[in-house]
């Protein structure tokens, strides 16, 4: 169905709706949570930063993105990716990749408040390990969020949903 309805198209689309928009800046706000994130880290170890703000920084919007991306993924699993699947059969086959990437995503938001939790009480014993898991997460949501969108986007435009 991308093929039909490539993402360059999506905007001009009549079924491109205020609810999908604010669905994708939701994602536009995980990737800029993630990018701040690993930036604050980098600049941490690049001695660029108080460690003490680095802290704050990092428990403030760690917190954040872990928090906003558990309440939307909810979301999405119990009402919105439910929608899709009834209007669009189609959309099961990758809805089990999303619901995979969904329980492998909390592995990682957990693995990465316990080393945050970790780097902010001992933020001058093992600052690298909070980079790794940093770049893990943008990682992570940069392929999740992009496969997410490409699967539901062209259905919601073929279906006109969420108008």
Do not use: C
Request: glycine share 6%.
């Amino acid at each position: 169905m991308y093929a039909v309805y490539p993402r360059d198209t999506w905007g001009a689309h009549p079924g491109f709706r205020d609810k999908t928009r604010h669905w994708l800046g939701a994602h536009q706000m995980f990737r800029r949570l993630g990018n701040l994130v690993r930036s604050e880290t980098e600049g941490d170890l690049d001695r660029a930063r108080d460690p003490e703000d680095y802290a704050a920084r990092l428990s403030y919007f760690g917190d954040a993105l872990v928090r906003n991306l558990h309440g939307h993924h909810g979301w999405e699993d119990h009402s919105y990716f439910p929608e899709l699947s009834v209007a669009d059969p189609r959309f099961d086959a990758g809805l089990e990749i999303l619901e995979k990437d969904h329980a492998a995503l909390d592995r990682v938001l957990d693995r990465y408040t316990r080393v945050a939790n970790r780097t902010i009480k001992l933020i001058q014993l093992d600052e690298s390990a909070a980079r790794d898991e940093a770049e893990a997460v943008e990682a992570f949501l940069a392929r999740h969020l992009s496969d997410e969108e490409e699967l539901a986007v062209p259905i919601i435009l073929h279906h006109r949903l969420r108008g």
